[in-house]
């Protein structure tokens, strides 16, 4: 395929991927209204599970459950399985906008989290970004207002875990993508297990089929958006990741009725800003290597 062909279709699989998460979001938050956040993790990871089966198989059970690195596997599965659960958590009380902003901060946390655990450099130029995607999340939470509150702070713990992950993720490269995602699911199963003694409510049958199409819609989220990194250089489709906002704020208000604060607005275009930048600076100084994995 040609180049520009491939980037086409890349951005394309991205922007689909994308509103799957979104529509996963959404879906996450209608439920967690009535259910427990440890039954939706269970059911939503048990039939995602069952859609991946086939390809773990195909690649080799042994492959798949004995993969390099296993302790850092292991890692990345808890900081995996910790945001779904605070993602699910949060956005049961805080607008999907507000939620989805603080998550997108991630990438913030993984410059800080791989100077501070992988010992790597961060230029002058680096610091300036993140100092100003802290700036965001610092107006985004509005400390001296109603934003800032316990969902507000779990939210934020939440998205420190997924830069944890991610930054885990970038010593796993090597390893196949169903075995990422077979050990992530694995994890967040075995988390939902975990939460059942914190509450269970009985569901329909409809719901039932409801909470397991989330697990559907997740994995084909992933699976179209590690696509898309395939197709396309992470410089090109990566960008397009932000339009997750945009989605937030027009599923919120369409199906919440909910609508940001201007302070949120604000914190929001700060953090997008920086992470576009950090993404500019990454192509600059090397090969733009990137991999994006949400709740």
Request: with cysteine; net charge positive; proline share 5%.
């Amino acid at each position: 395929m040609p180049i520009r062909n491939a980037s086409l279709a890349g951005i394309v699989m991205m922007l689909l991927g994308i509103l799957l998460f979104s529509l996963n979001d959404v879906m996450g938050k209608w439920l967690v209204a009535t259910y427990t956040v440890g039954q939706v993790l269970l059911i939503r990871s048990a039939a995602a599970l069952l859609l991946i089966l086939p390809f773990v198989f195909a690649q080799g059970l042994r492959r798949t459950l004995k993969p390099e690195k296993p302790k850092l596997q292991v890692l990345r599965v808890l900081f995996g399985s910790g945001e779904v659960a605070l993602f699910y958590l949060a956005v049961s009380y805080l607008p999907l906008a507000d939620t989805m902003t603080i998550w997108l901060a991630a990438p913030i946390w993984v410059v800080i989290l791989a100077a501070l655990l992988l010992g790597e450099r961060v230029d002058a130029g680096r610091w300036l970004v993140v100092a100003i995607g802290f700036v965001g999340v610092a107006i985004a939470l509005d400390p001296t207002g109603a934003s800032l509150s316990m969902p507000a702070l779990i939210a934020l713990v939440g998205s420190v875990l997924f830069a944890g992950m991610m930054v885990a993720g970038r010593q796993l490269r090597g390893t196949p993508d169903v075995t990422l995602v077979a050990w992530q699911t694995l994890g967040a199963l075995v988390m939902g297990i975990a939460l059942l003694p914190f509450g269970w409510v009985t569901p329909s049958l409809a719901d039932t089929a409801f909470i397991a199409l989330l697990g559907v819609v997740a994995m084909g989220a992933h699976l179209c958006v590690t696509r898309s990194l395939k197709l396309a250089e992470a410089s090109v489709v990566v960008p397009y990741q932000y339009t997750l906002i945009v989605w937030a704020l027009v599923f919120g208000w369409f199906f919440f009725g909910d609508w940001p604060t201007p302070a949120m607005l604000t914190g929001a275009a700060l953090i997008v800003a920086a992470g576009l930048a950090l993404l500019l600076l990454e192509r600059r100084s090397a090969p733009a290597k990137a991999a994006l994995d949400l709740p």
